[in-house]
Structure formats: C-alpha cells, structure tokens
C-alpha cells in the first residue's frame, strides 16, 4: 500500500487548524488520543502476556512529543506492562506536564530524572521495548545535551532492545530523514494523524509503520490531501502493509 504523507509545514498548518477557534481542540485532548495510539501499537507489537517481561521503557523529550510519551506510559499499565519513564528535561511550558507526572506518580510508575541511573532499564533480558517520546517534528539538529549522550546509548542497544518511535524517529528531519549521526532507526514507528514525508525513508522490512491519532473526519483529511486511513472498529492505530 503506497502512503499519503504531508509536509512539516502542511502537518503545522493541520495543527493549528485543529486547535484554532473554529475547530478548538485542546492540546490535552489531541495528546491523549496520541499517547493511546502508541500504547495501542506497543500491545499489538509486543502482546502483553503475565508470563514474559513487561517492562517498557519510556523516554520522554521536553516538548509535545515527550507529552505523548508521558500519556502512554500510563495507558502501558492501564494495559498490564510495567512501564518506568525517563524524563530528564521537564517542560515548564504549561502546567499540563506536571498534572500528566502527577498522573504518573498516582499510577506508581516510576519517573526519572536526569541525576538517575536510567541506563539500567536498557537490558533487553528485563525490559521489551523503549518507546522513543525524545524529539517528533519540531527537531533541529544539532542534537543538544543530555540528549546526544542518551541517543547515543539507545544506539548502542537498538539491535537487541526494539524501539518504538513516536511519530518521528528521535534525530530525524521531518522532511529529509536521518539527518542526527545518532539518529534512532525503531523497529516499529507509529506516525500520528498522517505520516510526515520522512516515513518514506524507512526500510519496510526493518520497521513496522503504524498511524494513529485517530482525530480527525473524512472532509477534515481530505482538505489537506489525504483520505482516512483504514483504523478497524474502535482502534486508535492501523498497521501499513510494507510498500
Ligand atoms: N496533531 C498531532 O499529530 C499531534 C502531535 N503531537 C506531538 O507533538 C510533537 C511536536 O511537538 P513540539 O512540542 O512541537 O516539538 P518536539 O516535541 O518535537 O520538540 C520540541 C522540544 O525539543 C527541543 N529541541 C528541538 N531541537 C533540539 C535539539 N537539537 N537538541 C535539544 N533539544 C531540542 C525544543 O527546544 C523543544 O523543547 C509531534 O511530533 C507529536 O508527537 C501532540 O501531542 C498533539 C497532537
Ligand atoms: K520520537
């Protein structure tokens, strides 16, 4: 099946459309249908099954993306796995994330800061997957610090411990791909309302591409050039047969 994907400043304008007056989604709103998304593709990736590990790392960015990371991780438990986020640069920006680690905290899921020994959840005898929430499309590389040291470690283990991507691959353009030398390549990728353009570069047979964030009606989709894609029933997320 061959994709629709739009640009990043096609994929802003939807955004804001979105969230403007006339439509007026909030941003909480849009983050929870995002984070469920990828909690959804993690269980259908990973089944949750009581007799094998269930321990799924989240790492979470500073900004929206790290929020969908956040939301997940307390979908993860709501669905069986044990999930431990790792959120080492907390936004400020609005109260919101500090209400979705209080969340957190009321679920026992653990959250770490940069000062903890986050590294230890990288065994892949102990954890299933890492859910990659660090960067989505408002990257601009250089990768800045902590960041560059924490790509780096999931570098050093995306052979052996699957990454899931939220919406773009931590150190990708948008537009062009791998663009950070330590840029992540997951094995599974959940873009959200449509794919951005670097979904292209891929390679379908080492990544499974899911969408999701299932938020928006037909007329909505096609004014920006894309049909609906094909969710199942009351799914947040569809797989992408591999082009
Ligand atoms: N409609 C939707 O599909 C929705 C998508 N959502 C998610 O939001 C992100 C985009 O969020 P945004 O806050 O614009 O940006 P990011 O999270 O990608 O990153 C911004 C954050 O990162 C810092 N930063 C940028 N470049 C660097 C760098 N080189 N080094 C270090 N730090 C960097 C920057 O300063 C900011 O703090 C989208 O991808 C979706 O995942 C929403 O949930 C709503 C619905
Ligand atoms: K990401």
């Given at each position: ?11 802003a ?9 006339e ?21 259908k ?48 920006r ?14 026992q ?14 065994n ?7 859910v ?11 990768v ?29 353009d ?19 309302t ?43 997320v569809?797989k992408l047969?591999?082009?």
């Amino acid at each position: 099946m061959s994709f629709k994907t739009i640009s990043s400043q096609l994929a802003a304008q939807l955004d804001k459309d979105l969230m403007g007056p006339e439509i007026g989604f909030t941003l909480e709103q849009l983050m929870e249908l995002a984070g469920l998304s990828v909690a959804e593709a993690v269980l259908k990736e990973f089944p949750y099954s009581k007799s094998r590990k269930s321990q799924v790392l989240v790492v979470a960015g500073p900004g929206n993306n790290g929020g969908d990371g956040l939301v997940c991780a307390r979908h993860l438990a709501l669905f069986g796995f044990n999930p431990v986020v790792f959120y080492p640069k907390r936004s400020s920006r609005t109260q919101f994330y500090g209400q979705l680690v209080n969340q957190l905290k009321f679920f026992q899921i653990p959250v770490l800061d940069g000062d903890d020994d986050w590294a230890q959840y990288l065994n892949p005898n102990e954890t299933l997957c890492v859910v990659d929430a660090i960067f989505g499309f408002s990257f601009k590389p250089p990768v800045r610090e902590p960041f560059g040291s924490i790509l780096q470690q999931l570098r050093q283990v995306q052979d052996q411990l699957p990454i899931v991507s939220v919406d773009i691959p931590t150190g990708w353009d948008v537009d062009e791909g791998p663009v950070e030398p330590n840029c992540i390549i997951p094995k599974v990728l959940v873009s959200l309302t449509v794919p951005k353009p670097c979904a292209r570069k891929i390679e379908s047979l080492e990544t499974q591409h899911y969408v999701g964030g299932r938020f928006v009606p037909r007329s909505f989709a096609n004014k920006y050039g894309f049909e609906p894609f094909a969710y199942e029933n009351a799914s947040q997320v569809v797989k992408l047969a591999p082009e």
